[in-house]
């Protein structure tokens, strides 16, 4: 019975942890909504402006 205790204990503590980590994240962060080099709006894709400019350099 003990060690239901504990696990129901270690259950809570890592809930409210990643409770936690999602309250404070920021609202676009979850997916790579926005890429993170020109602000583009990807909707999760990879950006094709950056895709395109590694592609011009080479």
Do not use: D
Request: charged content about 15%; glycine content about 8%.
């Amino acid at each position: 019975m003990v060690f239901v205790w504990i696990g129901l204990g270690i259950g809570a503590l890592i809930a409210a942890i990643l409770i936690l980590k999602i309250i404070k994240s920021p609202k676009n962060n979850f997916i790579a909504i926005i890429c993170t080099k020109c602000g583009m709006k990807t909707s999760g894709l990879k950006c094709p402006l950056c895709e395109s400019e590694k592609s011009n350099l080479k």
